[in-house]
T-cell receptor
């Protein structure tokens, strides 16, 4: 079934360590996104990419970086994890920007200790 | 500032009844609205959307109503089933790549 694949499903990470969350889509969507979901705060946009080779900052980009080397992959990197980055991370994609719903993966649950 | 909120954080309905989930938005420039369903352990799933030039749109057992005068959005689920139990999010987009999500409403369906 076409969609978004995220890995790992869950991870416990020591503070200060580097971590890359992987995301791959097979729908040939132009735009991709990373959200974090925290109880009481809903879904907040970290970074996005409107097409391969370009990225942009969302609402909460600090401490995270992304790259978009090709259409299908959009990894999210935490250079030096901190406990406040404990969250569930969702990758999503859409055909374009305007009037296009997001298609989400099933998330990565990250705990930073 | 921009915000999307929900009137009811939880909603409990009897199986077979209709459900109505409400949402308020504050950005009058928003022109695209979406409802998502999120089941436990999964990512949000697209249900239905509506553009600002419409006030009603129907899908399979779901209807979205948009009242731009009072900046209100609602999702109606007909003949609610146990499988409808989930958290429902409304979201708005003003164009571009930044979709703003509400905090969510948890729907419980009693058998």
């Amino acid at each position: 079934i076409a969609g978004i694949t995220q890995a790992p499903t869950s991870q416990i990470l020591a503070a200060g360590r580097r971590m890359t969350l992987r995301c791959t889509q097979d729908m040939r969507h132009n735009a991709m996104y990373w959200y974090r979901q925290d109880l009481g705060l809903g879904l907040r946009l970290i970074h996005y990419s409107n097409t391969a080779g370009t990225t942009g900052k969302g609402e909460v980009p600090d401490g995270y970086s992304v790259s978009r080397a090709n259409t299908d992959d959009f990894p999210l990197t935490l250079a030096s994890a901190v406990p406040s980055q404990t969250s569930v991370y969702f990758c999503a994609s859409s055909k374009g920007a305007d009037n296009s719903p997001l298609h989400f993966g099933n998330g990565t649950r990250l705990t930073v200790t | 500032g921009e915000s999307v909120g929900l009137h009811l954080p939880t909603l409990s309905v009897q199986e077979g009844d209709n459900s109505i989930i409400n949402c308020a938005y504050s950005n009058s420039a928003s022109d695209y609205f979406i409802w998502y369903k999120q089941e436990s352990g999964k990512g949000p799933q697209f249900i239905i959307d509506i553009r600002s030039n419409m006030d009603k749109r129907q899908g399979q057992r779901v209807t979205v109503l948009l009242n731009k005068t009072v900046k209100h959005l609602s999702l109606q689920i007909a003949a609610t089933q146990p499988g409808d139990s989930a958290v429902y999010f409304c979201a708005e987009n003003t164009g571009g790549f930044k979709t703003i999500f509400g905090a969510g409403t948890r729907l419980f369906v009693k058998a």
